[in-house]
Structure formats: C-alpha cells, structure tokens
C-alpha cells in the first residue's frame, strides 16, 4: 500500500469523528475549516470548501486530506476534486476524481488525476484530460500546465476540436495567453472542406488561423497546396504561402513564389515568378509575375511580363503582352466576329474558353512570328485575332493588313486572312530585293506550318523578281489584276498566277528605276521581329526552365 492511499484510508478512519463532533456536517453541508492558509512566500494556497477535512502528519510531512466537493484557490486560480490530499509542509497537493482546474476564469482543464506543485504553480493532469479556452477544446491522457505561463504540454498524442474541425499530433504545446497551440509530429487537421498534413502546426482557437511551420498539404478535393512557410485560416478560408509554393489539381499546376488563396470565393493571386499548366486538353502554359485568378468564372488576370504557352509537341507557340486574360467565351458580354466558325454555339466546354491579349502584343514559334497592339485567341474556333497594326512573319515573308485573322488547326496555322490593306514582302534570301503581294484582301494557306499559297484580291498589285535555271535574276515583272495568286516551294514563291483585268510589263533590272522596284506602301519591319522565345521571356531563371 503506498503512502497515499494510506492516507486516504487513515483519512476515511477519521471521518466519522469529524462528524460526529460537528453534527452540522453532512454531505450537503460544506465545512469551513479553521485551519490556517497555506503560504509559500508570497505564492498562497487557500483551503476553501470540502464535505469532509482531517489533518494528518506523516513522516515529518503535514498533510491536509479533503473529501466531497473539494475548492481549493491559490491567486485567481481555482482547483476542484472529489478528493485532495494537500502537503501543507512542501506545498504541493495531489488531486482524485473529478479534477477542474479554472485559471483566471480563461482556461478551464479537466483531468482525472492531478499533481499540483504551489511554488511553481506547475500542474501535471493525467487520465482523460481536457483543456478548453471557451472556443477549443483539447483532449489528451496526460498534461502538464504552467498556471504562471499559461502554457500546457502534451507529449503522448492530444487532439484538439473547434467546431467542426479537428486537430491532431503526437505532441503539442497550448499557449493560453495568445489561444495558439503548436502541434508537432504526425499533424493532420480535418475539417469539411480541408484536410491538412504536415510535422508541425501552429493554430490558433480563437482566429482559426493555422501556420506553417514546416512542409505541409493542405488537400481540398482533388487540389493540394504544397508549402513549407505561409498560413490558412479554416474559418474565412483564406491563405498566404511563401517560399516557392505550388498548388496541384487534376487539371492544373500552379507554382509562385508567394501565393493568397481564398477559398470562399474561389479566387487567388499569385507573384513572383508564378508558373500556371495545364494539364487538359488544352494544353497551355501562362507564367508572370501577377496572376489573379478566379476558378468560378474560370479566368486569368495576368500582367507583369505575362507570356502564354500554347504548347504543340514539335512547335510551341509563345505570347507575350502588357497584359494577358483568360475567360470563358460564354460569359463575353460583347459580340466577337465570327470567323469560320460560330463563336457563340459551343457544343464542347473544353472549348468555351478564350485568351485576350493588349498592348505590344508578341508572338513567337520555330514556324511563325508576330506582332500586334492587341490579339484574341478563341478556342471554339481555333482562330488568333491580331488587331491594330497586326505584323506576321513565317520564313522570309513579312504579312500585314488592318486585321489579320489566323486559323489554327492542331495548333499549327492552317490559313491567314488579312482584312484590308494586306501587304505581304518576300525577301530574296541575302539580296536586296523583295518580291511583293498587296490586295485589299490577303489570303495565306499553310501546310505543315509552312507557307503553300496567298491569294490577294481587290486591286492586287505584285512585284516579282524571277530567276533562271543559275538563280540569277532574269528581271522585275510589276503586274496589277484583279486576283493574284502565289505559290509557294520549300517555303519560296515558285509560281505566279493572275485573273481577270491583268496588266502588267517585265523589265531588266538594271534598267528599272529604284522607286519601281517597290509598290507603294512597302514597310518591311525585320527590326520589329520576334528572334527567340527568350526575346518574349522576361522572367528569371526558375521559369526559363520550365518546358
């Protein structure tokens, strides 16, 4: 038997005599005590309230045993138990049964066991302990709390719940001044819309703000969000992420150097660096230093050096502008002219997207070139519309017009349409001379991503520099009709064809004069085009390699 349990039976022995000297104590009637207060310096523990109290002495120990509905208080710190063995000579008490601990009326444990030490106001809880802030509540088998700290410690699992969401670790530490607890080894948070993993955690009861304090995932569905340093907040649902995070999904993967989430609305701002995939069907990239984001509307707001990937297995094609933006064609407010197919009936919704770009708009691909001031990319039609001062180069051909209209088929160009003004410049490899195309209207057909034929019509005028079998030049041939047609080998005009109302002269070259060598209204612009991907890509090294 050992010393405590001796007690509590010596105690027991003694019960009835402290009844039957005071017929007044029953078990409903609480006895007061004349006993002195316990003081350690200036630290005291005072002897409220109990059904029964017997004083002991055991080995040079003083002993106060309380029974039934025990109120012990030391400061603003009040201890309940069914029964209390107090050490009146160390100060240190040992609680049985029904053990509450109510610490300045903010922290509230309750335990089955407790051990008590007055001069550090150490407790040490064990069996079924429960701590609880007004907002969280933690349970584990054993706790040890600082009443001066307010800070309480569990190292043999705990979990905490706060309405529906729960909490769990191996160890952890509740800090009752702030409400935050740092939860460490094997942390999961579960709640109905989130389920996060990591090693160590901090949160708080009463913001439901949770902190990253090491590698973490926070799984919603099919999302994850990988992090090793940023927070989330399990009520708002909103989130910050540093350091490189990234998000994954079933249909994207997004990665940045510093990511805000809110999850209520579906929305997210990403910068520095930030990559966006996609892993669809449609099979492009966005990277630059601003995103903004909404998957409810699904669109993209990007700036900042933004640059588009609309990636092919052999040829990516690469855009950049002031300003990039992602939407669904059908939530446009405003009516985008059909081009070969109807943007407005859409029987696929992989298709019902759209990507517009503006202001010193580029593109780039091994096969293609070009530049606007603003361009519109519709997925429902495949068709790139380049708008206001539109330039496109392939090979040795420089294309512009008012409006080009490109037509994409398998993410290759299959046809170009030049409303009004077209004007297309062939350079004759290292020479100084241009072959030349202008109509009203310009039309490119492609095959395999190369030039096959143009056909200008309304007021064509050409310039033509024929060669011999030697590839020397045999003259100019300057020619007007009303249709003119070019055709094109190993990405070369071979061939010229005119209809209806020709007229047209051939002269030697060295008898030309210098103005006729041109039409009117020739601008070639080399200066202006794109020479690389990396021309287009403005961002540092993390994103250079990325495919």
């Not at 005599?17 to 009637?29: E, F």
């Not at 096969?367 to 206001?388: C, E, N, P, V, W």
Request: charged share 25%; proline share 3%; with cysteine.
């Amino acid at each position: 038997m050992n010393k405590w349990a001796s007690l509590i039976l010596l105690s027991g022995l003694c019960f009835s005599t402290v009844k039957g000297q005071n017929p007044k104590a029953t078990t409903k009637d609480t006895l007061k005590p004349t006993a002195p207060a316990i003081a350690n310096g200036s630290k005291l523990i005072e002897f409220l309230s109990a059904e029964v109290y017997n004083v002991k002495k055991m080995d040079s120990m003083d002993y106060l045993i309380l029974v039934g509905h025990v109120k012990i208080r030391q400061g603003k710190t009040l201890l309940y138990g069914d029964s209390i063995i107090l050490n009146t000579t160390l100060n240190t008490l040992e609680d049985f049964g029904n053990v509450h601990i109510n610490d300045a009326d903010s922290v509230n444990i309750y335990a089955n066991y407790l051990k008590y030490i007055g001069a550090t106001k150490k407790a040490f809880l064990r069996k079924k302990v429960k701590l609880t802030d007004g907002k969280g509540v933690l349970t584990t088998d054993s706790l040890d709390y600082d009443v001066n700290s307010k800070l309480g410690s569990f190292k043999n699992g705990g979990k905490l719940v706060r309405n529906k969401t729960v909490l769990t670790s191996t160890e952890g530490l509740y800090y009752g001044e702030t409400r935050d607890v740092i939860f460490r080894k094997k942390v999961e948070l579960v709640d109905p819309e989130n389920n996060i993993i990591t090693d160590t955690l901090e949160y708080n009861t009463y913001s439901q703000l949770t902190n990253f304090l090491s590698p973490s995932k926070i799984i919603t569905g099919s999302r994850v969000i990988s992090t090793s340093n940023g927070n989330y907040n399990t009520g708002t649902r909103k989130g910050y992420m540093y350091d490189r995070s990234n998000i994954d999904d079933s249909t994207y993967h997004f990665i940045a150097d510093e990511m805000a989430v809110d999850d209520s609305l579906e929305m997210g701002e990403f910068k520095g660096n930030a990559i966006y995939t996609s892993k669809d069907t449609l099979g492009f990239d966005l990277m630059a230093n601003n995103i903004k984001a909404n998957k409810q509307k699904s669109t993209f707001l990007a700036t900042e050096n933004p640059l588009l990937l609309i990636k092919q297995k052999k040829d990516t094609l690469y855009i950049a502008a002031d300003t990039l933006y992602a939407g669904k064609i059908s939530d446009l407010k405003r009516k985008i002219p059909n081009a070969r197919d109807s943007v407005g009936v859409i029987t696929d919704t992989t298709l019902d997207k759209y990507f517009e770009a503006y202001h010193h708009v580029k593109i780039y691909s091994d096969s293609l070139q070009g530049k606007a001031d603003s361009l519109f990319y519709s997925m429902s039609d495949s068709t790139i519309r380049l708008i206001s001062d539109p330039i496109i180069w392939a090979n040795n051909n420089q294309i512009t017009g008012d409006t080009l209209y490109l037509f994409v088929k398998n993410k290759k160009p299959e046809q170009l349409y030049v409303f009004e003004n077209a004007f297309a410049i062939n350079k004759i490899d290292t020479s100084i001379y241009y072959n030349q195309l202008k109509g009203n209207k310009l039309n490119v057909w492609f095959e395999e991503g190369e030039i096959h034929k143009m056909s200008a019509k309304g007021n064509a005028e050409n310039i033509y520099f024929p060669l011999d079998n030697d590839k020397d030049f045999i003259g100019v041939n300057h020619s007007n009709a009303q249709i003119i047609e070019v055709y094109f080998e190993n990405t070369e005009p071979a061939k010229v064809v005119f209809k209806n109302q020709l007229v047209g002269k051939m002269t030697p070259l060295n008898q030309t004069p210098k103005e006729e060598l041109i039409i009117r209204g020739f601008k070639y612009q080399e200066n202006l085009r794109p020479k690389s991907k990396f021309e287009l890509i403005k961002l540092p090294s993390p994103a250079l390699n990325k495919p």
